[in-house]
């Protein structure tokens, strides 16, 4: 790491550049990972791939999952052009042991304020084709990038340039669709560019709009989330995107904690009552 005490103001204010010791690690062999895909596959939602050739420009979802089976995919992986995801690794007792040593760094290193506001540490894996690309993109949560196997550009976005990810992005986001990041050009010519390879890593603000060039070669990369209150923004924003929808024009996060925590306590509380119609239909 840069140095410790300069990453505590860094963490979700600007994209830096960390080392790990992960990358000889035999849990993240590519044959590990294929026993790890399985198991995933077999929990709802838990894994997804696709292949095609993308831009970035392109959404998710804009490529088709590959008619063949999981391990064979990974076998293939070198000509298949494909994206693999494995959500929840951490499932694996042995992977929430490496999780929880990083859960404990990133608390060090945040400080009390920011570490009081993390929750729900999640590992992803993704195991990628040669030249892929990852389109433009932004994510809510707090996330480090973690570079195991292959080499690949990463561009990272300043996550407070509201040029780049609009207000209307974001509200959108927790609106109704965690696509709602749309490439600008301008994006390229702001954007910090990290080469990585095995033992880099990155930290990836919440808003930070992103994208990744694989090189010519197999990449295996983990991305270590930590999620932040609904209260602190994700309500916010999502009250925003219903108050814009009945054409008003509402202040952004931030601006007014009152305001925000009314706004959160709304939207907490249409959470609460639609999760009470859902179990009272199903009686
Ligand atoms: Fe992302």
Not at 141 to 162: H, M, S, Y
Not at 220 to 229: K, R
Not at 273 to 279: N, S
Request: hydrophobic share 40%.
């Amino acid at each position: 790491m840069e140095a410790a005490a300069s990453a505590r103001t860094m963490f979700q204010n600007h994209a830096f550049a960390i080392r790990h010791p992960l990358a000889d690690h035999p849990l993240f062999t590519i044959e590990a990972l294929t026993r790890v895909a399985e198991a995933a596959a077999k929990r709802r939602g838990d894994l997804w791939a696709d292949a095609g050739d993308l831009s970035l420009t392109d959404k998710w979802g804009t490529v088709p999952m590959p008619d063949m089976p999981i391990p064979r995919l990974i076998d293939r992986i070198e000509t298949a052009k494909a994206w693999v995801v494995m959500k929840h690794v951490e499932k694996d007792p042995a992977y929430k042991a490496v999780l929880d040593e990083y859960e404990a760094f990133v608390r060090e290193t945040a400080g009390p304020e920011l570490s009081r506001m993390l929750s729900r540490a999640e590992m992803l894996v993704f195991i990628t084709s040669p030249g892929r690309k990852t389109p433009y993109h932004f994510d809510a949560e707090f996330n480090v990038v973690v570079q195991i196997q292959g080499t690949k550009d990463l561009w990272v976005c300043d996550p407070a340039d509201r040029s780049i990810t609009t207000e209307h992005e974001i509200e959108a986001y927790h609106g109704h669709s965690i696509s709602a990041g749309t490439y600008k050009p301008h994006a390229e010519e702001r954007a910090r560019k990290f080469a990585l390879g095995p033992g880099d890593a990155v930290h990836v603000p919440s808003y930070a709009a992103h994208w990744v060039q694989n090189h010519d070669n197999v990449s295996v990369t983990l991305s270590l989330n930590m999620e932040l209150p609904r209260w602190h923004h994700a309500d916010v924003h999502h009250a925003n995107y219903l108050l814009r929808r009945l054409g008003m024009n509402p202040r952004a996060p931030g601006q007014s904690m009152l305001l925000d925590r009314s706004k959160a306590t709304v939207i907490g509380a249409m959470r609460r009552a639609k999760r009470t119609a859902t179990r009272l239909a199903g009686r």
